[in-house]
């Protein structure tokens, strides 16, 4: 199947599934695998070189019809195959599953266990653009609604592009924002890919004072029936100006007048978490108004079990230390 093939029979893929992710993790230097399961599905692999032994990564997917579960197992004996063949010590795959009793069961009936580590934001928010751009409003949380008119009272302006040159400043202004809120941003040459990757199809939107300092920075990325609010940043005006909640009010209308249907803001805290690194996001986040969906988390496929048991003791202590 191609890209656009698979999109329409799996609606719920999103960039990290397509082609262009592919592209960018070749230009970063690591093999990827794309498997069509007899016109039933997908998955793009990633194989991952980390010092603790190389594995198979697949986010977002496979994409399968999950109740066909004569489909699934073929897939996953398919995918165990090729790591075996690419000498891995496991898989670890996040696919596009609420998290259910039902659908946890699913995978452990497939022999995969819970994951250490997180993949690719299990806890999310995710807004319709198929309504109406009064109902978007409506629907915000009232504070949410009223930053983003305050906003516009004081002459905040969004902008976005795609120029090597902003990227650059993004990255400047990420590794700022890091510092100050304790997370590990990517660095400008993995930017670099992913602007050249995905092409007409990333953007760095800046929102703006209305003499020209920027406020808060967002990198959107779009594919398949989805944008995603992948990486954001911001400068120290950000503590007393709503411009992230301009942003994100542009990003819809953008995404919502060129015919995307929803909107994923891309990671916020699980529920009882309040030092989870997404903690401080979450209630900004969710003001927009969408739905909090949860996946299931990311679950591993054991292949080789004596080196795969000390990944496991490692991941789980840096997942501790990072706060994930």
Same mark, same amino acid.
């Given at each position: 199947?191609?890209?656009?093939?698979?999109?329409?029979?799996?609606?719920?893929?999103?960039?990290?599934?397509?082609?262009?992710?592919?592209?960018?993790?070749?230009?970063?230097?690591?093999?990827?695998?794309?498997?069509?399961?007899?016109?039933?599905?997908?998955?793009?692999?990633?194989?991952?070189?980390?010092?603790?032994?190389?594995?198979?990564?697949?986010?977002?997917?496979?994409?399968?019809?999950?109740?066909?579960?004569?489909?699934?197992?073929?897939?996953?004996?398919?995918?165990? %195959? *090729?790591? =075996?063949?690419?000498?891995? $010590?496991?898989?670890?795959?996040?696919?596009?599953?609420?998290?259910? +009793?039902? #659908? /946890?069961?699913?995978?452990?009936?497939?022999?995969?266990?819970?994951?250490?580590?997180?993949?690719?934001?299990?806890?999310?928010?995710?807004?319709?653009?198929?309504?109406?751009?009064?109902?978007?409003?409506?629907?915000?949380?009232?504070?949410?609604?009223?930053?983003?008119?305050?906003?516009?009272?004081?002459?905040?302006?969004?902008?976005?592009?795609?120029?090597? %040159? *902003?990227? =650059?400043?993004?990255?400047? $202004?990420?590794?700022?924002?890091?510092?100050?809120?304790?997370?590990? +941003?990517? #660095? /400008?040459?993995?930017?670099?890919?992913?602007?050249?990757?995905?092409?007409?199809?990333?953007?760095?939107?800046?929102?703006?004072?209305?003499?020209?300092?920027?406020?808060?920075?967002?990198?959107?990325?779009?594919?398949?029936?989805?944008?995603?609010?992948?990486?954001?940043?911001?400068?120290?005006?950000?503590?007393?100006?709503?411009?992230?909640?301009?942003?994100?009010?542009?990003?819809?209308?953008?995404?919502?007048?060129?015919?995307?249907?929803?909107?994923?803001?891309?990671?916020?805290?699980?529920?009882?978490?309040?030092?989870?690194?997404?903690?401080?996001?979450?209630?900004?986040?969710?003001?927009?108004?969408?739905?909090?969906?949860?996946?299931?988390?990311?679950?591993?496929?054991?292949?080789?079990?004596?080196?795969?048991?000390?990944?496991?003791?490692?991941?789980?202590?840096?997942?501790?230390?990072?706060?994930?």
């Amino acid at each position: 199947m191609n890209w656009q093939e698979v999109i329409k029979k799996f609606p719920e893929a999103n960039f990290l599934q397509s082609p262009a992710y592919g592209k960018m993790n070749e230009l970063l230097g690591a093999k990827v695998i794309e498997e069509d399961f007899g016109g039933k599905g997908r998955a793009l692999m990633i194989v991952r070189d980390a010092k603790r032994g190389r594995y198979l990564e697949i986010p977002c997917g496979p994409l399968l019809d999950y109740k066909d579960k004569k489909t699934i197992k073929a897939a996953f004996e398919k995918i165990a %195959e *090729i790591a =075996k063949k690419e000498k891995c $010590v496991f898989v670890r795959v996040r696919p596009q599953l609420i998290n259910t +009793p039902e #659908n /946890l069961q699913l995978l452990a009936d497939l022999g995969l266990k819970k994951s250490p580590m997180h993949l690719a934001a299990e806890h999310t928010v995710i807004i319709d653009l198929t309504k109406p751009e009064d109902e978007l409003l409506a629907n915000m949380r009232r504070q949410t609604r009223y930053e983003v008119r305050r906003a516009g009272k004081q002459g905040i302006t969004v902008e976005k592009s795609q120029s090597e %040159e *902003i990227f =650059k400043e993004f990255r400047k $202004v990420q590794a700022e924002t890091a510092k100050r809120q304790g997370f590990v +941003p990517p #660095n /400008l040459k993995t930017l670099m890919a992913e602007r050249e990757a995905f092409g007409d199809n990333i953007a760095i939107y800046v929102a703006k004072t209305d003499d020209d300092k920027p406020i808060a920075y967002g990198m959107i990325i779009k594919d398949g029936k989805e944008g995603d609010y992948y990486e954001a940043a911001s400068t120290d005006l950000h503590r007393k100006m709503p411009g992230a909640y301009a942003l994100l009010w542009q990003a819809m209308k953008d995404l919502k007048a060129e015919g995307y249907e929803r909107f994923n803001l891309w990671g916020i805290a699980p529920p009882g978490q309040p030092n989870h690194r997404y903690a401080g996001v979450t209630t900004f986040k969710t003001g927009f108004g969408g739905e909090v969906v949860e996946y299931v988390p990311a679950h591993d496929l054991v292949i080789a079990k004596m080196r795969y048991a000390a990944d496991f003791a490692f991941e789980t202590l840096r997942k501790k230390r990072r706060k994930l």
